[in-house]
């Protein structure tokens, strides 16, 4: 099976704790975030969310991953399926590392596999690392203005 990998990082001038605050704290992504627009529901594994992403077309598009992990303050995964499972599966992760200073590196990776990936790899692949990086650099703001 075919598998691609967008990734994206970013060194954020804040303490770990208080960058997973801002990641995790859904109800203020519209107020800061143009990529993942909205977030609705409980981080908790087994569970699922309500997503409002920025599409590859320019319009916000909802999904609604399965929470894989929640690892405070260090991890965050989540599987979407884009259809049937095994057509298109995307597993989006965040993950906080401690740096020198207490500052915090932020790593978003995501995992694309299936039937369909060859084929939409293209359609997708620019759009996501441009929206993973503007994402990025809008958890870096929101956190390092609330220190």
């Known amino acids: 099976m075919m598998k691609r990998t967008i990734k994206a990082s970013i060194d954020i001038l804040a303490p770990p704790e208080s960058v997973w605050q801002v990641l995790m ?8 975030s143009k990529f993942l627009l ?18 590859a077309d320019g319009r916000p598009r909802i999904f609604k991953p399965v929470v894989l992990q929640v690892t405070p303050p260090r ?7 884009f259809g049937i499972p ?17 500052h915090t590196r932020v790593r978003q990776t995501g995992e694309f596999s299936g039937l369909f990936t060859p084929f939409l790899w293209r359609r997708f692949e620019a759009p996501v690392t441009r929206g993973f990086a503007a994402f990025n650099r809008a958890l870096k703001k929101c956190a390092e203005s609330r220190i």
């Open 25 to 32: 704290d859904f109800p203020s992504y519209p107020q800061w």
């Open 75 to 81: 991890a965050f995964r989540w599987l979407d399926h």
């Open 86 to 102: 095994g057509l298109l599966d995307a597993e989006q992760s965040f993950t906080l590392e401690y740096k020198f200073g207490g």
């Open 38 to 55: 909205d977030i609705e529901g409980q981080a908790v594994p087994g569970s699922y969310l309500r997503v409002m992403r920025m599409a």
